[in-house]
C-alpha cells in the first residue's frame, strides 16, 4: 500500500556528513510523523529522530542531538536527516519509517523503507 525508499547512506571518515532521503510514494498528510531508527549488528533498533509533518515537531535521541537534523519538503513528500559530526558508533543500518504518533518506539510505526547503509571509519 504505501512505500518509503530511503537513501544517501555510504561510507565516511569519522568527523565527515551524510544527508539521508526518505521518498513516500504517497501524499503526507499533515497528522502523519515521519522517523528515522537504525541498528546496528547485534543490537536492536534504536530511534534517532522524528518529526510531526503538519507543525514540524521534533524529537531527537540524546546521542544524535546538535548533530543530526530532521527535515521535511512537503511538496515532493520527502524526508531528510543531515548527519554531521559522524563517529563510528553511528554505524548502523539507517530506516525511514512512518506513523501517527511521535515515539521513539518502533513498532507503532506502519510503514518502513528498504533501510541505507552508514559505515563511519576511524
Known amino acids: 500500500q504505501w512505500q518509503l525508499t530511503d537513501t544517501g547512506g555510504g561510507l565516511v571518515q569519522a568527523g565527515g556528513s551524510l544527508r539521508l532521503s526518505c521518498a513516500a510514494s504517497g501524499r503526507i498528510y499533515s497528522s502523519s510523523v515521519m522517523a528515522w531508527f537504525r541498528q546496528a549488528p547485534g543490537k536492536e533498533r534504536e530511534f534517532v529522530a522524528a518529526?510531526?509533518?503538519?507543525?514540524?515537531?521534533?524529537m531527537y535521541a540524546d546521542s544524535v542531538k546538535g548533530r543530526f537534523t530532521i527535515s521535511r519538503v512537503g511538496a515532493e513528500n520527502t524526508a531528510y536527516l543531515q548527519m554531521n559530526s559522524l563517529q563510528p558508533e553511528d554505524t548502523a543500518v539507517y530506516y525511514c519509517?512512518?506513523?501517527?504518533?511521535?515515539?521513539?518506539?518502533?513498532?507503532?510505526?506502519?510503514?518502513w523503507g528498504q533501510g541505507t547503509q552508514v559505515t563511519v571509519s576511524s
Open positions: 518529526i510531526r509533518w503538519g507543525v514540524g515537531r521534533t
Open positions: 519509517a512512518r506513523g501517527v504518533d511521535l515515539t521513539s518506539e518502533p513498532s507503532p510505526y506502519r510503514d
